[in-house]
């Protein structure tokens, strides 16, 4: 079992910066892919980033490459997301995941952190 508990969001002006933290429990952090999905009212949920087990591959949403930058840290069982020129349109929950493989579809993915609210207002 893995247990993912999200830190870090909260209310940015746009144009501002954030940066979520993502810690996994248990001592089998660095077998799994990480991903950033996010869901905003009303929509889907969202694939946002991804990477590989040693953090060295790397894929993101077209709608955040350029302003978004996921890390991971398995020393610390933790995954970052930064987010660098966040737009009112990043406003929604986001959530960390893992699964077996780095992929963009949410089929991937089987465990879940509860999420975490990110506002940027205009």
């Known amino acids: 079992q893995v247990q993912l508990v999200e830190s870090g969001g909260g209310l940015v002006q746009a144009g501002g910066s954030l940066r979520l933290s993502c810690a996994a429990s248990?001592?089998?952090?660095?077998?799994?892919?990480m991903g950033w999905f996010r869901q905003a009212p009303g929509k889907e949920r969202e694939f946002v980033a991804a990477l590989n087990w040693s953090g060295g591959n790397t894929i993101y949403a077209d709608s955040v490459k350029g302003r978004f930058t996921i890390s991971r840290d398995n020393a610390k069982n933790t995954v970052y997301l930064q987010m660098n020129g966040l737009k009112p349109e990043d406003t929604a929950v986001y959530y960390c995941?893992?699964?077996?493989?780095?992929?963009?579809?949410?089929?991937?993915?089987?465990?879940w952190g509860q999420g975490t609210q990110v506002t940027v207002s205009s």
């Open positions: 995941t893992s699964g077996d493989y780095i992929s963009k579809s949410i089929r991937t993915y089987d465990y």
């Open positions: 248990g001592r089998t952090f660095s077998r799994y892919a």
